[in-house]
């Protein structure tokens, strides 16, 4: 569904534009009723995405996700809150999100489903970027090796792609689109020049990206 103003062949690049432009952003404003707060996340494996949130985000029964920018396009998700303990298997999502940004703000936590999308004047079907990650299974496995034993080339990477240099790079993310580093004030982005979904050539397919 759009507002109109899209010819079916304008609208193919949409899900893929509005996706990638999701992968950049760890941080947005999150209307919850009357109310809007600043909140950062992460993508889960399963693509929905992890916030530290209150009990006030909780209970809310109408949430959206703002994630505005000068130079990108604005992208809205309306999203639904659930709420889990950081307790078992449910820990990881909290210690992920934890790996991005350190000490969390709020005292509870939550797994935003993305239930719709509006991306360019195009309204999108939540599922075009709640995606599960097909590298999961070897990401922190390739995170570990890159920050270990290729450090100075992800430096190097960044410097040449964003023209910055960082004091402590720490790869924190890898998913089919690129490489989310942990900076010393934020999380930046590097993204592919081409997806990488294989598991199997993953480790070869990144090494070769920031050998460049």
């Known amino acids: 569904m759009t507002d109109g103003h899209y010819r079916d062949d304008e609208l193919a690049h ?23 707060t600043p909140i950062q996340f992460a993508a889960a494996p399963d693509g929905r995405l992890i916030a530290a949130v209150s009990a006030d985000m909780l209970a809310a029964a109408d949430c959206a996700l703002s994630i505005p920018d000068e130079t990108e396009p604005q992208l ?3 999203v639904t809150l659930f709420g889990f303990e950081a307790i078992g298997g449910a820990e990881s999502n ?31 079907d ?11 299974g070897v990401e922190p496995r390739l995170c570990g090796l890159l920050n ?30 690129g490489l989310d580093i942990r900076n ?19 480790e070869q397919a990144v090494l070769a990206f920031i050998a460049q």
Not at 126 to 136: F, I, K, V
Not at 148 to 177: F, I
């Open 14 to 36: 949409y899900p893929e534009a509005a996706l990638l432009a999701l992968r950049r952003w760890t941080r947005g404003d999150l209307r919850h009723d009357a109310l809007t």
């Open 76 to 78: 809205e998700l309306s």
């Open 94 to 124: 909290s210690d992920r999100w934890k790996i991005y940004h350190g000490t969390p703000p709020h005292g509870k936590w939550a797994l935003l489903d993305i239930d719709m999308a509006r991306f360019q004047g195009a309204i999108l």
């Open 126 to 136: 939540g599922d075009c970027l709640q995606q599960a990650n097909p590298l999961a």
């Open 148 to 177: 270990r034993e290729h450090s100075d080339k992800v430096n190097a990477t960044l410097q040449s792609t964003l023209g910055m240099k960082a004091e402590d790079p720490r790869v924190v993310g890898l998913d089919p689109l």
């Open 184 to 202: 010393r004030f934020d999380i930046v982005r590097l993204e592919f020049p081409e997806p990488i979904t294989d598991p199997a050539h993953a």
